[in-house]
């Protein structure tokens, strides 16, 4: 096994982390369309992935939010049910020669994964405001606020937020309130907080990991609606800073 991780600066896999593979003879990857934790996208086309390799994608997170998939040859998706809204333990295997579909098909998964891509059809070229918001988060928080991954890296509505000197995941109510989805990257479950797997293969330790927190939003639907949201996600972050 040979571990592909995202890229510090760039916040994606670079294609030299897949050439070093190479030369170490795998010719069978398993790769996120989607960094998790970060929210960035892995420029797949770039890869140059050769016909005699194979590729498997985990595509859920782009394919929720509209976006078209790439064309790779005898790439497999592996669509997560679950993020477009179907219930947990139901998902795809699409594309490829392998028949590994015909199981699925019996239950009629693909009409219903179908019928959910399409409720989740959203016009995210023109309507991408994670520069706006921000602009924003930042006019409001100054040196406080800064950004773990560049914006050109990331998923549409989507942002990966450092926050100075607290503990981001604290954030994370007052995001649920407002409807806007987040990720700590931290392993929360039984109260450690240890970076993520994703992070810690990155170089971040604990402290560093404890300030980052990626969030992921659906278009506002006012320049004003916007301000607000910034204004309550700012002023929660001065009031845990002023007591912590």
């Excluded at 010719?27 to 086309?45: R, V």
């Excluded at 450690?192 to 604990?206: C, I, R, T």
């Excluded at 320049?223 to 912590?244: P, W």
Aim: charged share 20%; proline share 6%.
């Amino acid at each position: 096994i040979f571990w592909l991780h995202p890229d510090v600066k760039s916040g994606v896999i670079e294609p030299n982390s897949l050439q070093e593979a190479r030369t170490r003879g795998f010719e069978l990857f398993f790769l996120p369309w989607a960094n998790e934790d970060l929210l960035t996208l892995n420029p797949l086309e770039s890869y140059g992935f050769s016909l005699d390799e194979r590729l498997f994608v985990e595509a859920s997170y782009p394919l929720a939010l509209g976006i078209a998939l790439p064309l790779l040859e005898k790439a497999h998706w592996l669509i997560n049910g679950e993020i477009l809204g179907i219930p947990r333990g139901y998902g795809a295997i699409l594309g490829g020669e392998i028949p590994l579909h015909r199981p699925l098909m019996r239950a009629n998964l693909f009409g219903v994964l179908h019928a959910a891509l399409k409720a989740r059809e959203i016009l995210i070229e023109n309507d991408d405001q994670k520069t706006l918001f921000y602009e924003h988060l930042s006019a409001l928080l100054g040196e406080n606020l800064s950004l773990f991954a560049p914006l050109k890296s990331c998923l549409p509505n989507a942002l990966p937020l450092r926050f100075k000197g607290i503990r981001a995941r604290s954030l994370i109510q007052a995001l649920l309130l407002e409807k806007i989805t987040s990720l700590n990257g931290q392993e929360c479950l039984f109260g450690f907080s240890k970076p993520s797997s994703v992070l810690q293969s990155m170089g971040y330790d604990e402290d560093e990991a404890r300030e980052l927190l990626s969030v992921s939003f659906l278009p506002f639907g006012s320049i004003e609606e916007l301000e607000r949201i910034a204004k309550i996600l700012a002023l929660r972050y001065k009031q845990i800073h002023l007591y912590s």
